[in-house]
């Protein structure tokens, strides 16, 4: 006993006297080599569920059932995640919190137009106000002041989807005098949208809600024909100053001059849980990052978890915008997770070289689109390229001529029968039918896109971390970020086939026109 006790003591006296950066090399020493297969041997679809069942306990634990910025809810998300990070001793992890405007709680009392209950979307950042008034169609899209007739005074303007932002719509209906606004859709079905955050200079916003193409044309032509058709709007909504905060976590290992970064958004919308838009990309990222913790890495890795990209991508703009210049340049990659799980899902991949929808992505994001066509077609499965517009936290890092890209299982967009016959699912429905609504809960995750799209996660990681071989170098001196393929250059992107098909049960772009 006494030799045993001599020997630990040596070891503690050892270790107390070793310095720090030889113990960090042997820290990292003891970690097993990543490899791809490694770390999505890892990632298990009963850990995802779980994962997505904790925030649905967030949403549920408080009124509203929501997770919205501001809300207990969301700020349960956000500590959750801090402390299941730190709980690793892996990663340096932070809060990032900044301040901004929020809508924290909203509901729809009552649509009622033409005596008849109306099925209705609550337009973010509506005013709060109870009105019963005739509608008043508004010229051409409602986008200039000349659009809004002088009869809207004191009454409903009803304007047309289209062309320019919800929030400059209400406004100049706010400013013509109108006591509210119903924006209808110019497409098939109703809308969910935000106006924006508040103040506008054209004006203050008025209670606004959206509501089907197919209702607004009945109104329109009794309307025309001479009729009269009254509308009740009665809504409620809270919008304050609130403060939020982004979650970081970067490895303590791994060279940080060449780092990859990827990211989730953590928020919902005010109308429900956002358990596929995006809790399915917050814990799918989640899970890769429980996953690294086990391995070395050559390359840093940071995690960001970002808060209020429902208001406007605020917090990946902000982490973005609050970079020094020599860390922004150290970051080789971002990628982004936005909706993973769609009940009538397609697997999307970011169109990185613009091949298919004519806008490219910084040098490098071609190599991540092939990355994830890869991936897919080694999986069996077939991939289709999705619109890199801009409109998820990627786009404050393209802003950055940071290259990125990822992955989107789609919003409210119908299905199509060329994708029901590359994904399975239903065509003419949405890819997901509670995008932004009350349903978007534990039950609205498609766990076969959600499991191999987490995968794909992890994949990606295991490699960028390992080595950026075949990767170009960042380009920090060119200001433009994106380009436009030619015609010339152009030629079209077809989706991968692979003669594979899942079925589903069962996104457009975040901002409002």
């Known amino acids: ?42 990632i298990t679809a009963e850990n995802l569920l779980a994962g ?28 959750w995640l801090k402390s299941e990070l ?13 301040s901004l405007v929020a809508m924290v709680s909203g509901q729809i009392n009552a649509v ?16 709060s ?17 000349s659009d809004y007739p002088a009869e809207v005074a004191g009454n409903v303007a009803l304007i047309s989807r289209g062309s320019c932002e919800f929030g400059l719509k209400s406004a100049l209906a706010g400013s013509a005098g109108a006591a509210a606004a119903i924006i209808y859709n110019n497409a098939a079905g109703g809308f969910n949208g935000t106006l924006g955050v508040p103040p506008r200079p054209e004006g203050e916003y008025l209670p606004t809600v959206s509501i089907s193409s197919e209702l607004a044309a009945t109104y329109l032509d009794a309307i025309s024909g001479g009729a009269t058709i009254d509308a009740t709007i009665d809504v409620t909504t809270v919008v304050q100053n609130t403060s939020t905060s982004n979650v970081l976590a970067t490895t303590r290992m791994g060279d940080h001059s060449n780092r990859l970064a990827l990211g989730a958004h953590s928020d919902s919308v005010a109308a429900g849980p956002g358990i596929n838009d995006d809790g399915s990309g917050t814990v799918g990222v989640l899970e890769v990052a429980k996953a690294l913790s086990k391995y070395h890495v050559n390359n840093a890795v940071t995690f960001g978890f970002w808060s209020a990209e429902e208001e406007g991508l605020i917090g990946s703009t902000y982490y973005v915008e609050n970079l020094p210049a020599n860390e922004s340049s150290q970051i080789r990659a971002y990628l982004n997770f936005d909706m993973i799980a769609s009940p009538n899902y397609v697997f999307g991949v970011y169109d990185g070289d613009g091949d298919a929808f004519n806008i490219s992505g910084p040098s490098g994001s071609t190599q991540i689109e092939t990355f994830f066509e890869d991936f897919f077609e080694s999986a069996g499965v077939n991939s289709t390229p999705t619109a890199f517009t801009g409109r998820s936290d990627y786009g404050p890092f393209l802003t950055a001529n940071i290259p990125a890209g990822g992955l989107f299982t789609g919003a409210e967009v119908l299905k199509t029968e060329e994708e029901e016959e590359m994904f399975g699912g239903e065509a003419g429905v949405a890819l997901d039918i509670c995008y932004h609504a009350a349903c978007d809960d534990i039950t609205n995750l498609n766990m076969f896109a959600y499991e ?13 971390a390992t080595s950026w071989e075949g990767f170009p170098a960042r380009n920090t001196t060119t200001v433009s970020r994106r380009s436009v393929v030619t015609d010339q250059m152009r030629k079209r992107k077809q989706p991968r086939h692979h003669g594979h098909r899942h079925g589903g049960c069962g996104h457009v772009p975040k901002a409002s026109q």
């Open 1 to 42: 006993m006494r030799s045993a006790i001599i020997v630990a003591l040596a070891a503690a006296a050892s270790a107390a006297s070793t310095p720090a950066s030889l113990l960090k090399r042997q820290y990292h020493a003891a970690k097993p080599r990543l490899t791809a297969d490694a770390l999505k041997a890892h």
């Open 52 to 79: 997505s069942q904790k925030l649905q306990d967030f949403a549920d634990a408080h009124p509203n059932n929501t997770r919205v910025i501001g809300s207990p809810g969301h700020n349960d998300t956000i500590y």
């Open 86 to 98: 730190e709980a690793l001793d892996y990663y340096d992890v932070t809060l990032q919190t900044f």
């Open 112 to 127: 009622i137009i033409d005596g008849a209950n109306t099925t209705a979307g609550l337009l973010e950042y509506s005013a």
């Open 129 to 145: 106000g109870a009105v019963t008034a005739p509608l008043v169609p508004v010229a051409n899209l409602g986008c200039e002041a």
């Open 452 to 464: 191999l799209n987490s995968k794909a996660i992890a994949a990606a990681v295991a490699t960028y």
